[in-house]
């Protein structure tokens, strides 16, 4: 439970870095590499709770879309500056700003529902009344 939500922590703080360093980018400082290893790290910690969820009982479905988004997320993040180049592409940059941003959100929802299944688990586990 403790694992779940310190994991919730980091990346909270990893995805404010990665959108404070892609928003730096627009100083004409070079963060993109940076911003790159947080967006991954980012990704892998999606990854990794999806696929807990993957293979617990009743997450099952929301771990698969986890993974799903947890690969396509990185492919955007790669692709993006070659898609509606020009006048139009801050569109491209507003879905990725808010591709990052669900991703953190699943992965608050993916957190919350481990810590809330282990929770019921261990309270059926000790009660006397699931004996």
């Not at 396509?72 to 879905?95: N, R």
């Amino acid at each position: 439970m403790k694992r779940a939500r310190l994991v919730r922590i980091i990346a909270t703080i990893a995805t404010v870095i990665t959108a404070a360093l892609g928003m730096g980018t627009y100083t004409h400082a070079n963060f993109t590499n940076i911003h790159i290893l947080f967006g991954l790290l980012v990704a892998l910690i999606l990854l990794l709770l999806s696929l807990v969820a993957t293979f617990t009982r009743g997450l099952r479905g929301l771990g698969a879309i986890g993974i799903v988004y947890a690969v396509l997320m990185p492919m955007l993040g790669v692709t993006q500056q070659l898609i509606l180049i020009g006048d139009l592409h801050w569109l491209v940059e507003t879905t990725h700003l808010a591709v990052g941003f669900g991703a953190l959100a699943l992965i608050g929802v993916i957190g919350e529902r481990l810590i809330h299944r282990k929770a019921v688990m261990s309270k059926n586990t000790l009660s006397p009344e699931a004996a």
